[in-house]
C-alpha cells in the first residue's frame, strides 16, 4: 500500500469512529412518581396548554401574559398545577430577562427532579415534578444572567406549569392518589419489603 491509500484508510476510520459517537443518547429514564393518572385524567384537568407544557414537554412563548403576572408577584409560593406540591417560592425568584419564570434554586421541599435531556440536538438537564412527574422547563449553569445569584444557576420554568399562591394565601389541595395508584403503592412497597400481599 501507498501512502495516500494507508492515509485515505486512517481518515476513513476516524471519521467513522466521529459518526458513532454523534449518534444521540437515549433519553435518561423517568423517575417513579407518586401521582400517575391516565393522559385522559390529565387532559380533563388541565388547560390545552398545560397539559401540552407539563405532560407533553412543551415550552409556552416567551414573554407571554404568564410572564408579565410572574414579574408583578410578591411574596409567595410556586406549586405545580398538576399535582398541587410546593415547588419554588419567592425567595428563590430572580429577574433574568428571558422570557421565562426563573428561580435559582428550588424550594426547601425538595419537590424538583433533574434529568439529562438531549432532545432537539441540544445537551440540558430538564426539570420535573418529583411527585408527578410535570415537565417544568429546563436548568442552566454558568450564565451571566445568573452570575450573581448563590447558586449561579437558573431554573427556566414554564409559568403555566406553575399556580402562584400570595404570602398568608391558602395553598392547593394536593392531588390524591387514585385507589389503583394506593394499591400499587402498597403493593410496591410490601414487595420491597418482602411481604405478599393478598388480594381479595
Known sequence: MNKKALLFVA????????????????????PKTEVNL???????RLTAEQYAVTRQA?????????????????EGTYYCVCC??????SKEKFHSGCGWPSF????TAKNVLERRDDSHG?????TLCKRCGAHLGHVFEGESVSANTPTKRRFCINGVA??????????PKLLELTDASVDKKKEEVAKEAGVEVKKP
Not at 391516565?38 to 380533563?44: C, P, S
Not at 398541587?84 to 417560592?89: A, H, M, P, R
Not at 406553575?162 to 395553598?171: F, N
Open 38 to 44: 391516565t393522559e385522559a385524567d390529565w387532559k380533563k
Open 104 to 107: 435559582y434554586d428550588a424550594s
Open 122 to 126: 441540544m445537551a440540558r438537564v430538564e
Open 11 to 30: 481518515l476513513s476510520s476516524l471519521s467513522l469512529v466521529a459518526c458513532a459517537d454523534d449518534k444521540p443518547k437515549s433519553p435518561a429514564p423517568m
Open 84 to 89: 398541587g406540591v410546593e415547588l419554588f417560592t
Open 58 to 74: 412543551g415550552t409556552e412563548r416567551p414573554f407571554g401574559a404568564t410572564y408579565e403576572e410572574f414579574e408583578k408577584q410578591g
Open 162 to 171: 406553575l399556580t402562584y399562591v400570595e404570602k398568608g394565601g391558602t395553598a
